[in-house]
């Protein structure tokens, strides 16, 4: 059965980004569970921003999950990339989401390669910079084994990445890798840039999909966009999709407004 998650970001700098709610776990938490979110899926400044027995705590008493752990803060405070020309800053990255892995597996929440993919440029071609990611998602999927949750990679759009763009891309790419823990995140946002149809899309992704970002074509909540969800249903339903949905959405008009909506939105098309 697919599940419905919701955003929260604890890490001040990306104020401004997709992420719902903004004001602290408890009160994510609290809201999240009164309209009815299965999880909440987290975008920390690291691994230790968190203490665990609290959010355990918080968890039990709201039955809630985490859906997912975000590793972007890797990138947005340290500057670091899974492809970067040199060695020793790949390792740092590395390390780094093995360090966020540790956060989310205990909790059963993957851990989520998005922006730590990085881009190829300068000295660094496609193929090498496909290289140093296919070497990183081996060696973190592997490692993520032992909490017996996969690794999530994330194909983004071409204002984000020049490497893998579009569900296909990624599922192709994930059949090279040597690990097979290692799943697809279709982000509706970034397909909506890059796929010539949604649901065709999500169909090319039919086994090696394990996370959606749900959210509308202006990367506002569900609903508040020009997305055409009944064929993204139908297309999800038809490929046996069983993980969340997770609302990466702009806080717009408000959080409260753009979690209700999105709730709505679930119910509407996934229940
Ligand atoms: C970034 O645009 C995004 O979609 C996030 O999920 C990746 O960190
Ligand atoms: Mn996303």
Same mark, same amino acid.
């Given at each position: 059965m697919i599940r419905s998650a919701i955003t929260v970001s604890?890490?001040?700098?990306?104020?401004? *980004? +997709?992420?719902?709610?903004? #004001?602290g776990l408890p009160a994510a938490c609290q809201r999240a569970a009164e309209l009815g979110f299965d999880a909440v899926e987290i975008f920390a +400044?690291?691994? #230790?921003?968190? #203490?665990a027995n609290e959010l355990r705590e918080l968890l039990e008493r709201h039955s809630l999950s985490v859906a997912a752990v975000g590793t972007g803060a890797g990138m947005v405070?340290?500057? $670091? /990339? $899974? &492809?970067? *020309?040199d060695a020793s800053e790949r390792e740092a990255a590395k390390d780094f989401v093995r360090q966020m892995i540790d956060f989310g597996g205990p909790l059963g929440a993957p851990a989520i390669i998005g922006s730590m993919q990085g881009r190829w440029g300068g000295e660094l071609d496609l193929q090498a910079a496909l290289n140093h990611l296919r070497v990183a998602l081996d060696e973190l999927g592997t490692y993520a084994e032992k909490y017996q949750v996969p690794l999530i990679y994330e194909p983004l759009n071409r204002y984000e990445t020049n490497l893998i763009k579009t569900v296909a891309d990624g599922a192709g790419f994930l059949? &090279? $890798?040597? &690990? /097979?823990?290692v799943k697809l995140l279709a982000d509706l946002f970034h397909m909506n840039i890059e796929e010539a149809n949604l649901a065709d899309a999500l169909r090319s992704g039919k086994g090696a999909i394990g996370h959606v970002h749900f959210v509308d074509s202006n990367r506002q909540?569900?609903?508040?966009?020009?997305? #055409?969800?009944g064929p993204i249903a139908a297309a999800l339903e038809e490929i046996r999709y069983s993980g969340y949905l997770s609302a990466e959405a702009f806080?717009? +008009?408000d959080s409260d407004t753009a979690a209700q909506r999105t709730i709505e939105a679930f119910q509407k098309y996934f229940r």
């Open positions: 604890l890490v001040e700098e990306a104020r401004g *980004g +997709p992420f719902v709610f903004w #004001d +400044p690291g691994p #230790d921003a968190v #203490d405070r340290h500057g $670091l /990339s $899974l &492809t970067a *020309g059949k &090279t $890798l040597q &690990t /097979s823990n909540a569900a609903g508040l966009g020009h997305m #055409d969800y806080p717009i +008009p």
